[in-house]
C-alpha cells in the first residue's frame, strides 16, 4: 500500500512560482507512472501532469504547458510540480496520484492511489 503526502502549497501572487512535492511512503512508487490533478472550488478535478516511471516520457494539460514542470526522484521516492507564471486560474487543491501503467495516463479513473492533497492560492 502506497501512501501519498504532497507539501508545498501556499499563497502567491499572479506571475509568481511554488513547487509542490508529493512524499511517498510505504512502497516504492519507482515503478508507477505519477500524475498531478487539480480541482479548483465548484469544478471537477482536471488533468495538469503526468510522468513516466522512468521520467522519460512526460504529458501536459495545455492550460499548463510551458509553465509547469513535473519531475521525480525516484531514490528519494518523491514527485514533484515547478510551477512557474501562475494565473489566479490555477487556484485549486492539487493532488498527486500513481499509475500502475508503463504509459502516462491522463485520466483520473486510470490512476490507483492518490494523496489528501494541498491547497495553491493565486492572487491577481
Known amino acids: 500500500q502506497v501512501q501519498l503526502v504532497e507539501s508545498g502549497g501556499g499563497s502567491v501572487q499572479a506571475g509568481g512560482s511554488l513547487r509542490v512535492s508529493c512524499a511517498a511512503s510505504?512502497?516504492?512508487?519507482?515503478?508507477?507512472?505519477m500524475g498531478w490533478f487539480r480541482q479548483a472550488p465548484g469544478k471537477e478535478r482536471e488533468f495538469a501532469a503526468a510522468?513516466?516511471?522512468?521520467?522519460?516520457?512526460?504529458n501536459y494539460a495545455d492550460s499548463v504547458k510551458g509553465r509547469f514542470t513535473i519531475s521525480r526522484d525516484n531514490a528519494k521516492n518523491t514527485l514533484y510540480l515547478q510551477m512557474n507564471s501562475l494565473k489566479p486560474e490555477d487556484t485549486a487543491v492539487y493532488y498527486c496520484?500513481?499509475?500502475?501503467?508503463?504509459?502516462?495516463?491522463?485520466?483520473?479513473?486510470?490512476?490507483?492511489?492518490w494523496g489528501q492533497g494541498t491547497q495553491v492560492t493565486v492572487s491577481s
Open positions: 496520484a500513481g499509475a500502475r501503467s508503463m504509459y502516462v495516463p491522463i485520466e483520473a479513473d486510470q490512476y490507483d492511489f
Open positions: 510522468i513516466s516511471w522512468s521520467g522519460a516520457n512526460t
Open positions: 510505504g512502497r516504492t512508487i519507482s515503478s508507477y507512472a
